[in-house]
């Protein structure tokens, strides 16, 4: 009897050690594989001040917003389920313009309780009278990137990416580097008409 025991026991034992591993190692998180389109751009020269060019995969929409004014769109990016609303003001006064340039700055920094980062990079080109900030915002903010045109004289330009999705920024963040690349293209091929 005893024997029957020491080798229940031990059969015991040995069933428990070979059910255990020590090479276990829990799975990473996944994330849904994203295809990103390739890059290809039309030019929105529309009733409008100013031309660029845009992403054929983006549609331009209208603004219809309440306070809508001309020349208010959105560049719908609907396959990311996502917007870049863009808005344009006559200048009329340096009172108007500095305002304007504030606000932006204002827009861009409300994100500051949630962001990572903010960077400001400059926009400066003086042979197409073209001069900005490019506010690009890390974390899980409303929008990823902000920015302003102007020729500091009578126009104004103001984009904003937002995604239409609760923020998390490590799912969105190739998205997002997907799109400044379009943006960038955008800022560089955008020109005053007058």
């Known amino acids: 009897m005893k024997g029957l025991i020491f080798l229940s026991f031990f059969l015991l034992i040995m069933v428990s050690n070979s059910c255990t591993s020590s090479d276990y190692a829990p799975k990473p998180?996944?994330?849904?594989?994203?295809?990103?389109?390739?890059?290809?751009?039309?030019?929105?020269?529309?009733?409008?001040?100013?031309?660029?060019?845009?992403?054929?995969?983006?549609?331009?929409v209208a603004d219809s917003s309440a306070d809508t004014r001309p020349c208010w769109y959105n560049l719908s990016f609907a396959r990311f389920n996502a917007r870049l609303h863009m808005t344009y003001y006559d200048i009329n006064s340096k009172k108007e313009y500095l305002g304007l340039i504030e606000d932006a700055r204002t827009l861009a920094f409300k994100h500051t309780v949630k962001a990572n980062a903010i960077d400001q990079k400059v926009i400066n080109y003086p042979g197409k009278k073209l001069y900005g900030v490019y506010y690009a915002i890390e974390g899980n903010t409303a929008s990823s990137v902000q920015f302003f045109l102007t020729d500091s004289i009578?126009?104004?330009?103001?984009?904003?990416?937002y995604f239409n999705e609760k923020p998390q920024y490590d799912s969105i963040q190739p998205v997002v580097s997907f799109?400044?690349?379009?943006?960038?293209?955008?800022?560089?091929t955008f020109k005053w008409k007058n």
């Open 179 to 188: 799109i400044k690349e379009d943006l960038d293209r955008m800022i560089d």
């Open 154 to 161: 009578g126009h104004y330009f103001r984009a904003a990416l």
């Open 29 to 60: 998180r996944g994330y849904y594989h994203i295809e990103l389109p390739k890059k290809a751009y039309k030019s929105f020269d529309r009733n409008c001040p100013f031309s660029f060019d845009y992403p054929v995969y983006a549609k331009v």
